[in-house]
């Protein structure tokens, strides 16, 4: 709950710095600013990842018995949820960066800086089943089967959990989206319509799919 | 739901690496069953069982009130 509060506090103060950027500077130049700050945290976090899978590497090879064959798995599935959160944020601030570039700076060179960061960061995404190859060289590698399928019970339990509270944060800021897009379309003019009837039309998808396989169980 | 899987782990000389090949499962599942934050399928907790020749009763242990 603690984190979610911070995500929506978190979300409304960063929306009222971009509004305050938009309102009260050139749009160009906020924009510009916009855009290249995302493109810095994008490839940072690029880094990190190339940086975990480096570490990954180096933990496997590492021969340990006992207690610290038992940490050293630990450190090894923590760096790889490190991994999987930092590609995941790259690729999707990536998307961000692009679309951003290409409606308000229109600038050429952080549109192409934007593409690479994005192709990077879809390649780190994809390189995750050879990564739990090197983790698991038990398990033979699936790609019929989706995550759920390979996974043992603990893990289910696990991805259940995570699912719920991820479900429970889209909803909520989903519907903060909406607030706020109309908010800012009620006090700037600019019509926010066709993102709000998206995200409108995103939570009632993900919401009736989710309770129409639990009806049909 | 009370579990005996680190104790027992330590009589028989196992780690939780060890331990989750023996049961073919992963050792987060290991992990949570003694962290007592999941409670086993039948299968798993026949399989630990097995391993440490004891019965599920011994190894995974009910209050009353939970029964």
Known sequence: ??????????????????????????????????????????????????????QIKALNTQNVTGDEEDEVEDRKYKLFADYSLSSNSSFYLSILALSLSLIITEQLSMTIVSIILLVFSFFLL???????????????????????????????????????????????????????????????????????????????????????????? | MKSRLKELRAREGYNQTQLAKLAKVSRQTISLIEREEYMPSLLIAVRIARIFNESVENVFQFEEEEL
């Open chain 1, 1 to 54: 709950m603690k984190s979610i509060v911070q995500f929506l506090i978190s979300g409304v103060a960063g929306f009222f710095v971009v509004y305050g950027l938009m309102n009260f500077s050139e749009v160009n130049v906020a924009g510009e600013i916009t855009v290249i700050s995302i493109i810095a945290i994008s490839f940072i976090l690029i880094t990190m990842s190339v940086f975990r899978f480096q």
């Open chain 1, 126 to 217: 994809h390189y995750m089943g050879k990564i739990i190859q090197y983790m698991y060289p038990d398990r033979k590698p699936n790609y019929a089967k989706s995550i759920l399928d390979v996974a043992d019970d603990g893990e289910k339990h696990v991805i259940l959990d995570g699912l719920y509270k991820s479900q429970s944060i889209l909803n909520i800021s989903l519907i903060a989206a909406i607030t706020l897009a109309t908010v800012y379309s009620m006090n700037n003019g600019e019509s926010q319509t066709f993102s709000i009837i998206l995200m409108a039309v995103i939570l009632l998808v993900v919401n009736s799919k989710y309770l129409l396989v639990i009806r049909n169980k």
